[in-house]
């Protein structure tokens, strides 16, 4: 009961807030590592879904924070060809080779789908966080073109479902998720990534936990060659959301 109150007053508050976003710059915060970092929203959402997580993330001064905004009921490869666009001009304003993506649900999977675009990779590291991987149980009626992607079973999904990462890649997501069920479901272990399961928190209010904002952060500021995640490893991070 108190995961799913929780998720209620996220919910609120963030939808409260979300016309606020287009008012935002589009760089959210500074930083001084060297890649910059771009959030990527979920389906319906926008990039002031973060708004908790780039405040921890600014005060670990990692990377410099941009958002990327995008009209979701597009699907997923139009979404993706977008992200490259907006990923060009961040790395041309900011002179950076390479950039990190953190990503919530349908952004999650739109985020690979630009990772698998190119050979050329100017992606370093790329976060998803309750991002349906495997596809929603939900069979009924979703607007937009994107949900008939996000659906389990479809062609789109089918097609990718064994495809090997070519970036190393966290996915952060939960138990007790009232949208992505089962929680496997946003696994990429068997696709070269690395899962980090938490317990008995909410589609939004996992944004929110400070744990896995902090697990977020120790993910992009590892050694190239840290091995520091066990697969599918259930932690409990309710207690400290912010």
């Known amino acids: ?17 979300r016309p606020v976003a287009f008012l935002l710059p589009r760089r959210h915060a500074g930083g001084t590592g060297d890649t910059p970092i771009i959030l990527v929203h979920g389906y319906m959402g926008g990039h002031i879904d ?3 997580m780039v405040k921890i993330l600014n005060h670990r001064k990692v990377g410099r924070i941009y958002g990327f905004s995008y009209p979701w009921m597009l699907p997923i490869e139009r979404c993706a060809a ?7 001009e961040v790395r041309a304003e900011t002179k950076a080779s390479r950039v990190d993506l953190v990503c919530h649900s349908l952004g999650g999977v739109i985020a690979l789908h630009y990772v698998a675009m190119g050979s050329d990779q100017p992606v370093r590291r790329c976060v998803t966080i309750a991002s ?3 596809g929603v149980a ?37 138990s007790h998720d009232n949208i992505v069920h089962p929680g496997s479901t946003a ?20 944004l929110f936990n400070r744990n896995v904002i902090d ?3 120790n993910f992009l500021e590892a050694p190239a060659d840290a091995d520091h995640f066990a697969q599918n490893t259930p932690v409990n991070l309710t207690k400290n959301s912010l």
Request: aromatic letters at 8%.
């Open 50 to 52: 973060f708004i908790g």
């Open 215 to 217: 697990e977020v952060a």
């Open 187 to 206: 696994s990429l272990a068997k696709r070269g990534g690395r899962d980090l399961l938490v317990r008995d928190l909410g589609h939004l209010e996992i």
């Open 138 to 174: 939900w069979q009924g009626p979703m607007p937009a073109g994107s949900s008939r992607q996000l659906k389990s079973g479809s062609s789109y999904l089918t097609e990718r479902q064994d495809r090997v990462l070519s970036v190393p890649c966290l996915s952060v997501y939960s």
């Open 132 to 134: 349906p991987h495997a």
């Open 1 to 17: 009961m108190g995961s799913a109150l929780r998720e209620f007053g996220y919910s609120v508050v963030i939808s409260a807030l």
């Open 82 to 88: 977008l992200l490259s666009r907006y990923v060009d």
